[in-house]
Nanobody, 115 residues
Framework: QVQLVESGGGLVQAGGSLRLACAAS????????MGWYRQAPGKQRELVAR???????TYGDSVKGRFTISRDSAKNTVYLQMNSLKPEDTAVYSC?????????WGQGTQVTVSS
């Protein structure tokens, strides 16, 4: 079993910043990716950013240049620094861990950006 615990969501004004964290625990081995996805009301879930085991970082087009993903492998923790937030960034952000045994999700944390 793998558990993912997210933190750092909340309410922020447009132009502000937030930092999300996701700590993984349990049976973790052979990680392929750790990253973040988001889902806004009435929309499909989309990739925000992910970090691969070989250090490749992938970002969704809408967040490039504003968001930065980082990972502390020793702590099995992934972070998402979100700057220059926009109202359209409002969504539930969920952490994902993909490893040999499967793909695991956190419960999600709400990010709300007011205009």
């Amino acid at each position: 079993q793998v558990q993912l615990v997210e933190s750092g969501g909340g309410l922020v004004q447009a132009g502000g910043s937030l930092r999300l964290a996701c700590a993984a625990s349990g049976s973790i081995f052979s990680i392929n990716f750790m990253g973040w996805y988001r889902q806004a009301p009435g929309k499909q879930r989309e990739l925000v950013a992910r970090d691969s085991s070989v250090g490749t970082r992938t970002y969704g087009d809408s967040v490039k240049g504003r968001f930065t993903i980082s990972r502390d492998s020793a702590k099995n923790t992934v972070y998402l620094q979100m700057n220059s937030l926009k109202p359209e960034d409002t969504a539930v952000y969920s952490c994902n861990l993909n490893q040999r045994s499967g793909s695991y999700w956190g419960q999600g944390t709400q990010v709300t950006v007011s205009s």
